[in-house]
Nanobody
């Protein structure tokens, strides 16, 4: 059973910083892409940043220059460093990962999602 567990959300003032973490655990053969999405109240879930192994990270225009995605492959963990936070960054942040596991002895890659962590930017 594979799990993604996010941490690091909370309440922060505009202009502040937060660091989100997401760790994958379970019977994992390998992890390919990892990334962060967010969903604000009344809006659709949107990509924030993603990171495919061996490639440069990809960011939404709205967070470029403010957010940085990184990963620790040895720990199957992805991070999102968020700076210069704005009220419009308020959302539930979800991590996802494309993970390869064995299913009845056969390697299968599937996309997994965490349950989300709430980030609130408010004074």
């Amino acid at each position: 059973q594979v799990q993604l567990v996010e941490s690091g959300g909370g309440l922060v003032q505009p202009g502040g910083s937060l660091r989100l973490s997401c760790a994958a655990s379970g019977s994992i053969l390998s992890v390919n892409a990892m990334g962060w999405y967010r969903q604000a109240p009344g809006k659709e879930r949107e990509l924030v940043a993603s990171f495919t192994r061996g490639s440069s990270p990809n960011y939404a225009d709205s967070v470029k220059g403010r957010f940085t995605i990184s990963r620790d492959n040895a720990k199957n963990t992805v991070y999102l460093q968020m700076t210069s936070l704005k009220p419009e960054d308020t959302a539930v942040y979800y991590c996802n990962a494309d993970i390869r596991t064995l299913r009845v002895g056969v390697p299968v890659e599937m996309r997994y999602w965490g349950k989300g962590t709430l980030v609130t930017v408010s004074s």
